[in-house]
């Protein structure tokens, strides 16, 4: 399974912190930029305002398992909440193969 | 941190070590200051009075002499604030092109200044021009009746005249061709700037025998800053504004510089420089109450232009704002350039927190007109040194005239006193006089010079160069090569090296 999640940026050490606690490693982290819903953002340079129309958020991908993937969404969703608008979204899916670069092994083996 | 300190003065332990640490602080001090008390009572005598005046001692030359060299050095390093204010207000893409323009005009200017800007200037000729002094021939010992060394001199007044063509550069920054830069800076500082300021600064300038009053103009609110503001504005003009640059009238909005930090940094070194560039001006360390004065005048103004910015801007989107506030206090310091020598503390921190709407208002008033100016500098040194060379003509004091090799002449043929202190207009009048006539001279003379680097084709870069970004098409490569792939890798970033050629090693 991949489990994949936009999260806020300063969430991070939150969702890890947690994963870690069951005993999940291993993350792939990237920075993301994301079209808030509603009106733009705007931002002031010397006097004169700008839309901002993406924010920053990251996004992270996870693969493991089917049995741990729930657990992994459970904690990202508890770390990564604060109640406000703009937390993210997670998202699972099933992955057709896994291959270790190193070794070749291929599914399970290679997670 | 005020939570903490609050937190740890409940604690009797921190509260003993406050204590004991304020009380060796202020026996400290107590020592120290009976030190110099006794020192100075065994060190020097009283002096006498003579009845005849004495010719001047002979430490008077070298400690003006270092006063000014000190001074010189201040100013210079007011480049590096400008060159820290300007990249930081420009987007990524023109960081390199930025700051290589900052240090080619501090060369072009310093061989220039070396060759003939500092004889059309500074040496004497007519009211329009000087000619004295070519490549630094045949100079006397010291400049004028300063009593100042003469290269001093030249060093002194060869940082100012750098200080001008930076601010040029400022508005410049985005589109403007290297090879244009050269060209229009070789003008300025070779030219325009030199000339110009011979009208108000040289030893016979026609500016300096207007009647009844002289035009005066201590550092420069006038000299430097009008000069290089509105040679700012013409270069704007002329070039157009960077491509994609959609003006507030058109529904767009600013383009965001991309660093506030050296920005703002940037910004309060050069109001670190300017305690070289106004208290400097007194060319005296013998008139220390002059230059005592200037420097307390000088950072209130810079005080009061910063807050009145930011308090101005607020209303308008709610944020405080930095950049503003930057350009704010640099306007307050623009301002008080021409008046710092004549006013009070509290005038200085009218005429500062009058300069800084005034520069707020000039930065909405060239959005208006559609001309892109991305640090700024119009409004701050060319609006704002009108305005202070104005404001002398309002707020001079009446209590201070000039300063002179061996302390203040303060006479009353030589104070300066304003409409408001009851001296009349006849100051205002000069300084409007003085501040039109270089405003609409410089401003003449520098369309034509740039109409004249666009016909050579290199004023603006190509259209193809632009949206490369400057720093790649000219420069050949980026500030900050890490954040955009290429170098990012362990590797060398080689076409032919990198992963391919480590594995046919292996």
């Excluded at chain 1, 608008?85 to 070794?103: L, N, P, S, W």
């Excluded at chain 2, 060319?283 to 220390?288: C, F, G, I, V």
Aim: proline content about 4%; some cysteine; hydrophobic content about 50%.
């Amino acid at each position: 399974m991949k489990v994949e999640a936009i999260i806020r940026e300063d969430c991070l050490d939150a969702v890890v912190g947690r994963l870690l606690l069951i005993h999940v490693q291993g993350l792939t982290v990237f920075p993301v930029k994301g079209a808030a819903r509603g009106d733009a953002h705007r931002a002031v340079f010397r006097g004169s305002s700008y839309p901002v129309p993406f924010v920053s958020k990251l996004l992270i991908e996870w693969y493991g398992t089917d049995d741990e993937a729930e657990a992994v969404v459970r904690a990202i969703q508890r770390a990564a909440a604060t109640g406000t608008g703009g937390d993210g979204k997670i998202f699972v899916e099933r992955v057709e193969e896994a291959v270790r670069i190193r070794t070749g092994e291929r599914g399970l083996d290679a997670i | 941190m005020l939570n903490k300190l609050k937190e740890r003065l409940r604690q009797k332990e921190y509260r003993r070590l406050f204590a004991v640490i304020i009380a060796s602080k202020v026996i400290g001090v107590v020592v120290l200051l009976l030190a110099m008390k006794a020192a100075s009572a065994y060190l020097f005598t009283p002096a006498f009075a003579d009845d005849a005046p004495a010719p001047p001692p002979a430490y008077v030359n070298p400690i003006n002499t270092m006063w000014t060299v000190i001074a010189a050095f201040l100013v210079f390093f007011m480049q590096a604030g400008f060159m820290g204010l300007e990249a930081g207000f420009a987007r990524t893409r023109e960081t390199v092109n930025v700051l290589l323009e900052g240090i080619v005009d501090t060369c072009l200017c310093g061989i220039l200044f070396w060759a003939w800007g500092f004889a059309f200037m500074f040496g004497a000729g007519n009211g329009f021009i000087g000619h004295q002094y070519f490549f630094l021939q045949g100079v006397p010992e010291t400049y004028g009746s300063t009593g100042v060394a003469f290269l001093a001199y030249w060093l002194f007044q060869f940082a100012f005249a750098d200080t001008c063509s930076t601010i040029t550069s400022g508005a410049m920054v985005g589109r403007t061709g290297f090879v244009g830069d050269l060209l229009y800076s070789f003008g300025v500082s070779g030219f325009i700037y030199p000339i110009i300021g011979h009208w108000a600064w040289g030893p016979d300038g026609w500016l300096t025998a207007i009647q009844p009053v002289a035009f005066h103009d201590f550092a420069g609110s006038t000299v430097v800053h009008t000069i290089g503001g509105f040679i700012a504005l013409s270069g704007c003009i002329v070039l157009g504004p960077r491509l994609g640059r959609k003006f507030k009238r058109d529904g767009g909005g600013a383009m965001p510089g991309h660093d506030m930090t050296i920005a703002a940094i940037g910004g309060v070194i050069l109001w670190f420089g300017w305690y070289g560039f106004n208290p400097g001006s007194t060319l005296s360390a013998m008139d220390a109450a002059g230059c005592g004065r200037v420097a307390a005048n000088t950072t209130l103004a810079a005080c009061a232009g910063g807050l009145s910015a930011l308090f101005f801007m607020y209303p308008r989107n709610k944020i405080w704002d930095c950049g503003m506030t930057v350009n704010g206090f640099l306007a307050g310091l623009v301002a008080i350039t021409c008046p710092c020598y004549w006013v009070s503390p509290t005038g200085a921190i009218i005429l500062g927190a009058v300069a800084g709407v005034v520069c707020a208002l000039a930065v909405d008033l060239m959005e208006w007109l559609r001309l892109d100016d991305p640090v700024g500098a119009v409004a701050v040194h060319g609006a704002c040194g009108i305005w202070g060379t104005l404001s002398l003509g309002l707020l001079g004091c009446g209590l201070y005239g000039a300063p002179g090799p061996t302390g203040a002449d303060n006479s009353d043929a030589s104070v300066v006193t304003g409409l408001f202190y009851g001296g009349g207009t006849k100051v205002l009048v000069s300084q409007a006089i003085g501040s039109a006539s270089i405003t609409v001279a410089t401003f003449a003379v520098s369309m034509l010079m740039m109409y004249a680097v666009k016909l050579t084709g290199t004023l603006r870069v190509s259209k193809e160069g632009e949206i490369e970004g400057l720093d790649v098409h000219e420069h050949g490569g980026t500030a900050y090569p890490e954040l955009i792939g290429a170098g990012s890798s362990m590797h060398s970033p080689m076409g032919s090296g990198g992963v391919a050629s480590t594995a046919a090693a292996e």
